[in-house]
Antibody
Framework: QVELVESGGGVVQPGRSLRLSCAVS????????MHWVRQAPGKGLEWVAV????????YYGDSVKGRFTISRDIPKNTLYLQMNSLRVEDTAVYYC???????????WGQGTMVTVSS | IVLTQSPGTLSLSPGERATLSCRAS???????LVWYQQKPGQAPKLLIR???GRATGIPDRFSGSGSGTDFTLTISRLEPEDFAVYYC?????????FGQGTKLEIK
């Protein structure tokens, strides 16, 4: 079954760290670009980060640059988002999505909620 | 690239035609723009890619058009299940920004 399943969300204090995971099933994540997108409660979508299919290119949104790191474990077929120095404004549902030039962003996970609060 | 969607809210009745706009602050490289539909509590669903190709399984009442800085999503005859929030996103240059969304509500 082709799917993405995010995990690792929860409640964390400002300034702390959290690592999100996106388990990939039914295909190899190394054959696709993989993205993280977030959505604050009641707000629109915000693009967070991407890792290219070969892993050599990583880009980040301005609001997370220098604090978040995207990575993948190919044997585990899992995508990660390491989030450091978390802020209240990082509170959101975090989605992972796969990308290909043929089909673009055709597969999304169900999301994992991150709440940053003291 | 800043994407501005209009209108913010669109109130229409089933059977009517919906026209949603997405305007970019600068030309979108190779017209790399997609449209999504999102319903409450759900992940975004890809509708249109690049900027006029329907994604797999998307009904032909959905169509996309445009180039450069101006893009349009058209829903020819609204069905009850089409009332949702719609987003455009450009993937021509990082950061791969989204528009702020258009809420399509039942009149």
């Amino acid at each position: 079954q082709v799917e993405l399943v995010e995990s690792g969300g929860g409640v964390v204090q400002p300034g702390r760290s959290l690592r999100l995971s996106c388990a990939v099933s039914g295909f190899s994540s190394s054959e696709y670009g993989m993205h993280w997108v977030r959505q604050a409660p009641g707000k629109g979508l915000e693009w967070v980060a991407v890792i290219s299919d070969d892993g050599n290119i990583k880009y980040y949104g301005d609001s997370v640059k220098g604090r978040f790191t995207i990575s993948r474990d190919i044997p585990k077929n899992t995508l990660y988002l390491q989030m450091n120095s978390l802020r209240v404004e990082d509170t959101a549902v975090y989605y992972c999505a796969r990308f290909s030039w043929a089909d673009t962003f055709d597969l999304w996970g169900q999301g994992t909620m991150v709440t940053v609060s003291s | 690239i800043v994407l501005t969607q209009s209108p913010g809210t669109l109130s229409l009745s089933p059977g009517e035609r919906a026209t949603l706009s997405c305007r970019a602050s600068q030309s979108v490289s190779s017209n790399y723009l997609v449209w999504y539909q999102q319903k409450p509590g759900q992940a975004p669903k890809l509708l249109i890619r690049g900027p006029s190709g329907r994604a797999t399984g998307i009904p032909d009442r959905f169509s996309g058009s445009g180039s450069g800085t101006d893009f349009t999503l058209t829903i020819s005859r609204l069905e009850p299940e089409d009332f949702a929030v719609y987003y455009c996103q450009q993937y021509g240059s990082s950061p791969y920004t989204f528009g702020q969304g258009t809420k399509l509500e039942i009149k």
